[in-house]
Structure formats: structure tokens, C-alpha cells
């Protein structure tokens, strides 16, 4: 798909089994049987090659929309970093402190 600009493509495939995919394909399937529901026939048993083709384009488009999400998420950390190193001095290690100098001391009320 044309989606991905040439830099991205360097980026490792996304697994086939994804959440994008997962979701996508679960409503490609229901929006086939809601369609069989609609037009009073059983809906599980009737066009079920239709089920199971609107479940691939679904999987198939939420692998895609994986592949642009890694991408954008892959260019903002690259952003992020960049501006990180050009402006060091806006990001300055702080002192560690420990938990007891952050959470204050209890007294309990009785």
C-alpha cells in the first residue's frame, strides 16, 4: 500500500496477529452476519463465504494500519530524539531522590 513513505519501509513487519487486525476482522465477520440478520436469514449459518471473506479484508486492512501506526509512532520518537540531542540543556539530569524525601512523614489521627 502507498500509505508508508520509503523511510518506513525499513521498519520490521508488525506479527500477523495484532490488535488492529484482531478488531477489524471481528467486525468485518459481524458486519456479515448483522447483514444476514437484517435480511431474515440465519445469520451463522447462511453466506458464509462472505463472512469469511469481509473477516480477511478486515485482518488484511488492520495489518496494514498496524504497519502505518508503527511508522508514525517510529517518526516521533526519531523527532523526539533529535530535539532531545540538538537542546541538551533543556534536558538536564535531575538530582536522585529517594522515596522517603518525596512522600511525607504519617501521623496518624486517633
Not at 436469514?41 to 479484508?57: C, D, E, N, Y
Amino acid at each position: 500500500m502507498g500509505f508508508i513513505p520509503e523511510e518506513g519501509k525499513s521498519l520490521p513487519p508488525p506479527g500477523l496477529v495484532n490488535r488492529n487486525s484482531l478488531w477489524l476482522a471481528g467486525v468485518g465477520w459481524v458486519s456479515a452476519v448483522l447483514h444476514n440478520a437484517i435480511n431474515h436469514r440465519p445469520p451463522m449459518k447462511s453466506g458464509v463465504h462472505r463472512q469469511f471473506l469481509l473477516a480477511t479484508i478486515g485482518w488484511f486492512i488492520g495489518y496494514h494500519v498496524t504497519k502505518y501506526e508503527n511508522y508514525t509512532y517510529a517518526r516521533l520518537d526519531r523527532d523526539m530524539n533529535e530535539y532531545i540531542k540538538l537542546h541538551p540543556d533543556k534536558f538536564v539530569p535531575k538530582e536522585q531522590k529517594t522515596f522517603a524525601e518525596i512522600v511525607e512523614p504519617f501521623h496518624p489521627v486517633r
